[in-house]
């Protein structure tokens, strides 16, 4: 039972305009969602998180939104660069649960010159 | 970076072998994680420690084993290695299980079981 889905594996969009990656989820318990980026052969990089008290948060070029009411999130990236070419990752948690952090199975974004 | 050491960074073994993998972290935090990934699954929780000697159970952790005997060091064993453990394994830490302490990664192990 995946508790974190990323619907689209892969994500093609022109430098300089907007990538929206997308995640859904079914679990009403998760209190903090977060986004990672991988690039090959590298770990996961944290990007951004949001709480479920908020509806957004901005972090320079990137912006996450939560639905609650739809359990949607999503990740905007404007405006788009080749270098964030990469995996992304959506992941969510609640508090309490020791850190135990549930994934989707990943966004694969490429940003065209 | 996060100061995050795994070991070995690739391992051919044969079925039926044990492996260990190695997390050593210099940041003295005191969540340790071991992840594995693989297609379609995105990162998957095998085992976890909230301090020396404490560990416990992820999503995915039949055929696993964790110890951590130092705050720095974190090692996962595979003791009888099968096909379906060849995979990419994540270690992560952190300082807390806030939201505002995230997870930091090393950059993994690519362990294949023939």
């Known amino acids: 039972d995946q508790q974190v889905k990323q619907n689209s594996p892969s994500l093609s969009v022109q430098e300089g305009r907007i990538s929206i990656l997308n995640c859904d989820y079914t679990?009403?318990?998760?209190?903090?969602f977060l986004w990672y980026k991988k690039y090959p052969a590298e770990g996961p990089t944290f990007l951004i998180s949001i709480s479920s008290i908020k509806d957004k948060n901005e972090d320079g070029r990137f912006t996450v939104f939560l639905n609650k009411s739809a359990k949607h999130l999503s990740l905007h990236i404007v405006p788009s660069q080749p270098g964030d070419s990469a995996v992304y990752f959506c992941?969510?948690?609640?508090?309490?649960?020791?850190?135990?952090?549930?994934f989707g199975q990943g966004t694969t974004l490429q940003v065209k010159p | 970076d996060a100061g995050i050491t795994q070991s070995p960074r690739h391992k051919v073994t044969e079925t039926g072998t044990p492996v260990t993998l190695r997390c050593h972290q210099t940041?003295?935090?005191?969540?340790m994680y071991w992840y594995r990934q693989d297609p379609g699954h995105g990162l998957r929780l095998i085992h976890y420690?909230?301090?020396?000697?404490?560990?416990d159970k992820g999503e995915v952790s039949d055929g696993y084993s964790v110890s951590r005997s130092k705050t720095e060091d974190f090692l996962l064993t595979l003791e009888s290695a099968t096909s379906s453990q060849t995979s990419v394994y994540f270690c992560a830490i952190s300082d807390g299980t806030e939201s505002n302490q995230p997870q930091h990664f090393g950059d993994g192990t690519r362990l294949s079981i023939l």
């Open positions: 940041e003295n935090h005191r969540y």
């Open positions: 420690s909230y301090g020396v000697k404490d560990t």
């Open positions: 679990n009403s318990m998760f209190d903090y």
């Open positions: 992941a969510a948690n609640w508090s309490g649960n020791t850190g135990k952090l549930i």
